[in-house]
C-alpha cells in the first residue's frame, strides 16, 4: 500500500523547516512588540459562521469549503481563513470587556479546495492578525506598518496596494453604477461575470478573463464614489503612511475575495511568485462583529500567507533546515560510553542540544553521525582520554581542539564554552 499525501496537502520537511521557524519567530517577536496576543482557535467551525461572514456568493463559500456533516447531523467546515474563527472567539467570549481595544493573532492551517499550484495549497498556513475597537486610521496605518515591517524584517521585497471599499452608505451607490455598466455591456461578458452581475458585482472587476478586462475598459470605480466619511478616513490613511514614510500605491481595481470588507483594503504583492502574487492582504471589516451577533465593533486585520513568504525566503536563502546540534559526544568503549551518556543528560540540562550515538559504532561512523547532524563541537571521548580524565573538545568549523578536565562540571562548562 502507497499512501501519499492529498492533492494540494504538503510536508514541511526537517531539511526546510527552518524558514517557517524564522517567519514564526519574527513575527512572534514584531507582533508583542506591536501589543498583539496569541489567540488559538479550532480549525472546525460551524459551516454558517464562514457563510455569514466570508458571505454566501463568494467563490471560498460557494466553490472551496472543506464542509461535512458530523455524526450529530451538522454541518461543519473546516476553516478556510482566520477572521471568522478569531471573531466568532471574541464575541463568544466577551473579550471587548477586557480591553477597550483588542489586538490578537493567530497562527495556524487553512483549508481552501482550490486548484493547486506554486504557492497554493489547499492545506496552507496564516498569519492572521486582528485589531478590534478602533475605526481611527491611525490604527490602519499602524497595522499595514506592521506587515511592512514583518516583511522588511524578513528580508522580502513586496509593493503596498491600498484601496477603500466604501460603506453600506456608500458602496449600494457603487453597485447600482457598476450593474448599470455592466448590464450595457452583458452579451459579450463570461458567464461568471454574468452571474456575478447579479449577485456580487464588485467581484467582476477580479475576472481574469482577457475579453472581459477589455469590457471593463472605462468601468465606474469605486473611489470615485465614497461618502465623505470614506472619502476623509481613507485620505487620512494615506496621509499617515506617507508620514511613515511607507511606499504604496492606489489600486481602485482591488477588490478583495471577502465580502466583509469596508472601507480600508491592501494587499502586499510580490512579483518572484508567478500567478501568486499576494504574500499577505487584509482591510478593515466595521460591520462583522455585530453581523456574528456580538456588540457594534470596528475591526480590521491582515494574513500573510506561510506558504508564500517562505517561498520567497527559500528564493533568497535557499531551504533552511531546522537547526543542527549544538553538540556530538563520540564515546569509544563502555566506560566512556556511560560517561558520555550521563554528560549528553548534563549538557541538555545546561540548555545544549546534544546528541550522541546510542550503537557506539567506530570513531569514524560517530564523526560521520557528527556531521549529519550538523554539530558546531564534537567532543571525543576514548578510552585513553578516559584514563587521563580528559575529553577533546573540537570545533568542527575552525578545527581548533583543546583538553577539558572530567570533571563533575564538565556539562556547564561546555555550556559555557560553546555559548562563548
Ligand atoms: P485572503 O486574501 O483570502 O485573506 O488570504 C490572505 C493570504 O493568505 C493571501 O494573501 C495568501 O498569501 C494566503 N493564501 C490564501 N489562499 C491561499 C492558498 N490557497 N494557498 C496558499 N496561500 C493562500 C484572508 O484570509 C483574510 N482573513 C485576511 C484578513 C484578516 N482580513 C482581515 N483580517
Not at 526537517?14 to 480549525?43: C, K, N
Not at 513586496?158 to 448590464?183: H, K, M, T, W
Request: hydrophobic share 40%; net charge neutral.
Amino acid at each position: 500500500m502507497n499512501i501519499k499525501a492529498l492533492k494540494g496537502f504538503k510536508d514541511i520537511l526537517p531539511t526546510e523547516v527552518g524558514s517557517w521557524q524564522r517567519v514564526e519567530r519574527v513575527a512572534r517577536d514584531l507582533f508583542h512588540r506591536y501589543g498583539f496576543a496569541e489567540i488559538r482557535v479550532p480549525v472546525l467551525e460551524s459551516t454558517s459562521l464562514f457563510k455569514r461572514s466570508i458571505g454566501e456568493t463568494t467563490d471560498i463559500v460557494e466553490k472551496e469549503m472543506y464542509t461535512f456533516t458530523d455524526k450529530n447531523g451538522d454541518s461543519v467546515t473546516l476553516r478556510p481563513e482566520g477572521t471568522a474563527a478569531v471573531l466568532r472567539a471574541f464575541v463568544e467570549h466577551s473579550l471587548h470587556l477586557l480591553q477597550p481595544i483588542q489586538r490578537l493573532y493567530t497562527i495556524g492551517p487553512m483549508f481552501r479546495h482550490e486548484r493547486p499550484q506554486k504557492g497554493r495549497l489547499r492545506q496552507f498556513h496564516q498569519l492572521s492578525v486582528e485589531v478590534l475597537g478602533s475605526e481611527e486610521p491611525m490604527v490602519d496605518a499602524e497595522l499595514m506598518a506592521m506587515a511592512w515591517q514583518l516583511l522588511t524584517e524578513l528580508g522580502v521585497n513586496v509593493s503596498l496596494e491600498i484601496n477603500s471599499l466604501g460603506c453600506p452608505e456608500c458602496r449600494p451607490n457603487y453597485n447600482q453604477a457598476l450593474r448599470d455598466f455592466i448590464d450595457a455591456r452583458a452579451e459579450k461578458l463570461c458567464d461568471d461575470c454574468n452571474r456575478r452581475r447579479q449577485t456580487n458585482p464588485l467581484r467582476v472587476l477580479d475576472c481574469k478573463n482577457p475579453n472581459c478586462q477589455e469590457q471593463y475598459q472605462g468601468v465606474p470605480l469605486l473611489p470615485d464614489f465614497l461618502c465623505g466619511g470614506c472619502r476623509d478616513h481613507f485620505g487620512e490613511v494615506c496621509r499617515l503612511l506617507d508620514l511613515l514614510a511607507i511606499p504604496y500605491k492606489k489600486n481602485a481595481f482591488m477588490v478583495r475575495g471577502l465580502d466583509y470588507y469596508t472601507r480600508t483594503t491592501f494587499e502586499l504583492i510580490t512579483r518572484d511568485l508567478g500567478a501568486q502574487s499576494a504574500v499577505g492582504a487584509g482591510g478593515r471589516y466595521d460591520g462583522l462583529v455585530a453581523q456574528l451577533g456580538g456588540p457594534k465593533l470596528p475591526g480590521i486585520g491582515f494574513a500573510v500567507g506561510m506558504e508564500r513568504l517562505t517561498l520567497l525566503l527559500e528564493q533568497l536563502n535557499g531551504p533552511q533546515a531546522d537547526s543542527g546540534s549544538d553538540l556530538f559526544i563520540v564515546a569509544l568503549g563502555e566506560a566512556a560510553r556511560n560517561r558520555a551518556f550521563l554528560l549528553t543528560q548534563e549538557g541538555r540540562r545546561n540548555g545544549l542540544a546534544v546528541l550522541m550515538d546510542p550503537a557506539g559504532r567506530s570513531m569514524k561512523a560517530q564523526m560521520k553521525q557528527a556531521d549529519k547532524f550538523q554539530a558546531r563541537y564534537v567532543l571525543i571521548m576514548g578510552e585513553e582520554e578516559l584514563a587521563k580524565g580528559i575529553a577533546i573538545l573540537r570545533d568542527m568549523a575552525s578545527k581548533a581542539q583543546e583538553e577539558l578536565a572530567l570533571g563533575d562540571e564538565l556539562g556547564k562548562e561546555l555550556a559555557v564554552r560553546i555559548n562563548k
